[in-house]
């Protein structure tokens, strides 16, 4: 495995939980939930959210590494 390959799984990996947390959000824009649904998808959303934010400066930091080997 190399630095590249990394930056793919990287990407691969925060576009699935983009598509995941979009999923979540509109679920709680739409659907009949009860509070223990509502909550549970909403602490969800907000997790992913959170990691979303921590896998894109991890990216940066591949992608800088990637340049530098360049």
Do not use: P, W, Y
């Amino acid at each position: 495995m190399n630095i590249q390959t990394v930056a793919s799984n990287l990407r691969t990996t925060i576009a699935g939980k983009e598509r995941h947390l979009k999923t979540l959000n509109r679920t709680l824009a739409t659907a009949d939930l009860d509070d223990t649904e509502r909550t549970v998808i909403k602490t969800t959303s907000m997790f992913l959210e959170v990691n979303l934010d921590e896998l894109r400066r991890i990216l940066q930091d591949v992608e800088q590494c990637i340049e530098e080997t360049v």
